[in-house]
């Protein structure tokens, strides 16, 4: 059983082009989100996405950035017009439960490490 | 801003030792409260979880929380080179959902064979 799987691993993009990144969730896991880490910082939530839907989006920057995980395949994060302070770790978790189930555990992704030049 | 406070470290400790992790956060309603590990360029790995003042022992390791203090910590019982990672304090705050965690920066642990 795969687990969270993120790819690229390692991404290069130059000021003003488009970042898109991918999360596959574990198998049978229908809840999705998404996490930033930026250098020298700790990880913090961006958006909680379900299937078609955003359910959370509070910590999302409100430009650039956006979010989905579409009926079928995998959910993307996408950074339009990167700038260099968009360089960092992206992760994503998925879960089987809904979030404010007493079992729900997050199952982490390897990341996404963006790095814009 | 509410805050999750871990020492960068690097802690280092010999093979064998007790690894002590500590963490403080600033947000009293907090209810929540995990540790997770993450080798160089791997993904966190949830390894504890703890809810209620007091200690919670999973094998070579133990959560410690105090919520009038505001602080948990992770003790690792006899140290292991494998234990050598980043471990990632992270917390629920209060009126925040499961899935909202406010992470610490990490302390690198190393363990020394």
């Known amino acids: 059983n795969a687990g969270v799987m993120q790819n690229p691993r390692h991404l290069v993009r130059r000021r003003g082009q488009e970042a898109r990144l991918r999360c596959s969730p574990m198998?049978?896991?229908?809840?999705v989100y998404w996490y930033r880490q930026l250098p020298e910082e700790g990880l913090k939530f961006m958006v909680y996405l379900q299937k078609e839907n955003i359910i959370d989006e509070s910590g999302m920057p409100k430009e650039r950035f956006s979010a989905e995980f579409p009926k079928e395949g995998p959910s993307i994060l996408r950074i339009q017009q990167v700038v260099r302070g968009d360089s960092a770790a992206y992760f994503c978790?998925?879960?089987?439960?809904?979030?404010?189930?007493?079992?729900?555990?997050?199952?982490f992704g390897a990341g996404s490490r963006l790095t814009v030049l | 801003q509410k805050e999750v406070e871990q020492n960068s470290g690097p802690l280092s400790v010999p093979e064998g030792a007790i690894a002590s992790l500590n963490c403080t956060y600033s947000d009293r309603g907090s209810q929540s409260f995990f540790w997770y590990r993450q080798y160089s360029g791997k993904s966190p790995e949830l390894i504890m979880s703890i809810y209620s003042n007091g200690d919670k022992e999973d094998g070579r390791f133990t959560a410690q929380l105090n919520k009038a203090s505001q602080y948990v910590s992770l003790l690792i019982r006899d140290s292991q080179p494998s234990d050598s990672a980043t471990y990632l304090c992270?917390?629920?705050?209060?009126?925040?959902?499961?899935?909202?965690?406010?992470f610490g920066k990490g302390t690198l642990l190393t363990v020394n064979p």
């Open positions: 992270a917390v629920i705050n209060s009126g925040g959902s499961n899935y909202k965690l406010t």
């Open positions: 198998k049978g896991h229908s809840h």
């Open positions: 978790a998925s879960s089987r439960d809904t979030p404010d189930s007493g079992a729900n555990v997050l199952t």
